[in-house]
């Protein structure tokens, strides 16, 4: 017990002191940071931040397109179906005690917790005992992106820490388990239901290879009923998400009728028409990296013989092929933990502990800039209150 009390500790540390490092300048109003100008709007940026207003009205509205005219978004109702239930819903909850827009930043952290702390336990069969700490500490702050969705109202970390418990009770064979985390990942967002499919593909296709060397009966017999049972509760929970939409929003679909929300386009690779709505440049060479790390991540959990994370990562990696949204790393995040699970013996090394010390400021100063900049306008904070 006091082992792990200890170790919840440093993840706690681990996990809100970056944050902390990203919050003071604007709780300060600096005007700049290692000549970067910041925001002078305090706290009020970083709750503002995308999608964090969104989430809010979600929150208190539970999907009434009345009381969503509140807020002053010149968007329709649809629109925010593509906000899943659980972050606002938890939001909701703790409100009752800090407010809305701090119940969100708790939500959060807490969240952020709960990620770190089911990788330190997922990727511990992966590194050495002396090793946990650091490639803890270094997936707290890397990719930035992932520092900045973790100091922000985002769902991205509960989403993360859902899908990092899923797989690792999955892979542990522990079905039940990684079926129930899975719902928390579908219901959070619906990226979710990629588990499922990469679950479902995992459990049944070696069956399939069975079926040609034996007979049915026999083939019959080796499937566990169980084991499927438990990862349909994924697609379940989905459904549970449509049907709350068609009493909430009188659209069974509303999902799909969310707009520009769903970013998939085919062929593949249409990120790099700059004419997309959601792409809108043409400097987007970095994208070619995010590809590259994923498709070596893939690769090199196959040649480990990690099948049932492969299964995942494969299944995920080649969704991200079809978004077509500039943001590409923030889809692509719950790759990340499973990609230091493939490069780990790196990621130990002293030539990367020395490379991280050059990328401590960047990530930082990157962070700052970008929730400096990346602000919902919000003209009358009172609804959101």
């Given at each position: 017990?006091?082992?792990?009390?200890?170790?919840?500790?440093f993840i706690i540390l681990?996990?809100?002191?970056?944050?902390?490092?990203?919050?003071?300048?604007?709780?300060?109003?600096?005007?700049?940071?290692?000549?970067?100008?910041?925001?002078?709007?305090?706290?009020?940026?970083?709750?503002?931040?995308?999608?964090?207003?969104?989430?809010?009205?979600?929150?208190?509205?539970?999907?009434?397109?009345?009381?969503?005219?509140?807020?002053?978004?010149?968007?329709?109702?649809?629109?925010?179906?593509?906000?899943?239930?659980?972050?606002?819903?938890?939001?909701?909850?703790?409100?009752?005690?800090?407010?809305?827009?701090?119940?969100?930043?708790?939500?959060?952290?807490?969240?952020?917790?709960?990620?770190?702390?089911?990788?330190?336990?997922?990727?511990?069969?992966?590194?050495?005992?002396?090793?946990?700490?650091?490639?803890?500490?270094?997936?707290?702050?890397?990719?930035?992106?992932?520092?900045?969705?973790?100091?922000?109202?985002?769902?991205?970390?509960?989403?993360?820490?859902?899908?990092?418990?899923?797989?690792?009770?999955?892979?542990?064979?522990?079905?039940?388990?990684?079926?129930?985390?899975?719902?928390?990942?579908?219901?959070?967002?619906?990226?979710?239901?990629?588990?499922?499919?990469?679950?479902?593909?995992?459990?049944?296709?070696?069956?399939?290879?069975?079926?040609?060397?034996?007979?049915?009966?026999?083939?019959?017999?080796?499937?566990?009923?169980?084991?499927?049972?438990?990862?349909?509760?994924?697609?379940?929970?989905?459904?549970?998400?449509?049907?709350?939409?068609?009493?909430?929003?009188?659209?069974?679909?509303?999902?799909?009728?969310?707009?520009?929300?769903?970013?998939?386009?085919?062929?593949?690779?249409?990120?790099?028409?700059?004419?997309?709505?959601?792409?809108?440049?043409?400097?987007?060479?970095?994208?070619?990296?995010?590809?590259?790390?994923?498709?070596?991540?893939?690769?090199?959990?196959?040649?480990?013989?990690?099948?049932?994370?492969?299964?995942?990562?494969?299944?995920?990696?080649?969704?991200?092929?079809?978004?077509?949204?500039?943001?590409?790393?923030?889809?692509?995040?719950?790759?990340?933990?499973?990609?230091?699970?493939?490069?780990?013996?790196?990621?130990?090394?002293?030539?990367?502990?020395?490379?991280?010390?050059v990328l401590i400021i960047?990530?930082?100063?990157?962070?700052?800039?970008?929730?400096?900049?990346?602000?919902?306008?919000?003209?009358?904070?009172?609804?959101?209150?």
């Open positions: 017990m006091s082992q792990f009390l200890k170790r919840l500790f681990i996990s809100f002191l970056p944050t902390l490092a990203v919050w003071l300048p604007f709780f300060f109003r600096l005007e700049k940071v290692w000549g970067i100008p910041l925001s002078q709007n305090g706290m009020a940026t970083i709750v503002a931040n995308y999608d964090g207003p969104l989430f809010i009205a979600v929150a208190k509205s539970l999907y009434n397109p009345v009381f969503l005219g509140n807020f002053g978004f010149d968007l329709p109702s649809s629109y925010f179906a593509a906000h899943f239930p659980l972050f606002p819903l938890l939001i909701r909850i703790f409100a009752v005690i800090l407010g809305y827009p701090y119940s969100m930043l708790v939500v959060t952290l807490l969240s952020s917790i709960l990620a770190l702390y089911f990788f330190s336990v997922f990727i511990a069969d992966f590194v050495e005992k002396k090793d946990l700490l650091w490639i803890t500490i270094v997936f707290a702050i890397l990719p930035a992106r992932w520092l900045i969705v973790r100091s922000v109202g985002s769902a991205e970390p509960l989403f993360l820490a859902s899908v990092i418990a899923s797989v690792y009770y999955f892979r542990k064979e522990k079905y039940l388990s990684a079926g129930l985390w899975g719902v928390v990942a579908q219901i959070s967002k619906s990226a979710g239901i990629l588990l499922f499919i990469a679950y479902a593909l995992a459990l049944l296709l070696p069956k399939l290879k069975l079926a040609a060397l034996t007979t049915f009966s026999k083939w019959h017999k080796s499937i566990e009923i169980k084991n499927i049972l438990s990862v349909l509760l994924i697609p379940i929970s989905l459904l549970g998400v449509f049907t709350l939409y068609k009493y909430t929003q009188s659209d069974f679909l509303a999902y799909f009728h969310s707009g520009d929300n769903i970013h998939l386009f085919f062929p593949p690779f249409q990120i790099f028409n700059y004419n997309q709505p959601w792409v809108g440049t043409f400097w987007l060479e970095e994208i070619i990296f995010v590809y590259l790390f994923g498709a070596l991540g893939f690769l090199k959990l196959v040649k480990m013989q990690e099948y049932k994370i492969a299964w995942f990562v494969g299944i995920f990696f080649a969704s991200t092929l079809f978004v077509s949204h500039r943001d590409l790393i923030r889809y692509s995040l719950p790759l990340v933990p499973f990609l230091y699970a493939a490069f780990a013996e790196t990621i130990v090394k002293k030539e990367f502990k020395t490379a991280m010390l960047p990530i930082y100063l990157f962070s700052l800039a970008y929730i400096s900049q990346n602000v919902m306008p919000v003209s009358d904070w009172a609804p959101f209150l």
